[in-house]
């Protein structure tokens, strides 16, 4: 990995490309799996089905998603990311706030997801795999108020997405480069 002037890599590790892409392909499969059981298919087997996928890798992402998160700010403070490609001033705060903001909304859909089940006193079966028992009693508020963040959440995901893929366009073969090795 080529260095810049300044000590930071030019492109993104292996580790932090592998972190990137899987997130995101999880993010998307996650983000229409939930729209489709909200908005299209809302009942039947079919909605069953397509739940118990949403539930179930939602629950698996949940490791992966933590380290995602401590991955990003252990390269940060190591200053083991290659500069950014703008210059100082209001766009890059901008790029550096949607970021942070993806990490955000990220945590909190994977902290109400499970919430919601959690506080029906509910466990979460996985796939069939396993079931992740309640730690908690019911909570008809907290069902509620977790239920309601996760939609928001949602949208809020579609729209940070939506720029960052823009900012990633903006940029060009660069941005692409540097995230692809």
Known sequence: MSARPSGRPAV???V????HWSGA??????????????????????????????????????LPLLLRVQWSVLTAL??????????PGLQRWIEQ?????????LMVMALT????????????????WFSVPSPI????ALHHYSGRLHDVGAKLMLALLALHVAGALRH???SLRRMAG
């Open 137 to 140: 009693e019911a909570n008809a």
């Open 16 to 19: 932090s490309r592998l972190v």
């Open 113 to 128: 997801g499970p919430l919601m089940f959690w506080s029906e006193g509910e466990p979460i079966h996985v796939l069939g």
């Open 78 to 87: 190591g200053r083991r990311r290659p500069e950014p490609l703008s210059p």
């Open 97 to 105: 706030g949607v970021h942070a903001a993806l990490l955000a909304v």
């Open 12 to 14: 993104h590790g292996p």
């Open 172 to 174: 060009g073969r660069t």
């Open 25 to 62: 392909l999880l993010t998307i499969v996650l983000l229409a799996l939930g729209l489709i059981i909200d908005d299209v298919v809302t009942e039947g087997p079919l909605h069953r089905r397509l739940s118990a996928w949403h539930y179930g890798l939602g629950m698996l992402s949940l």
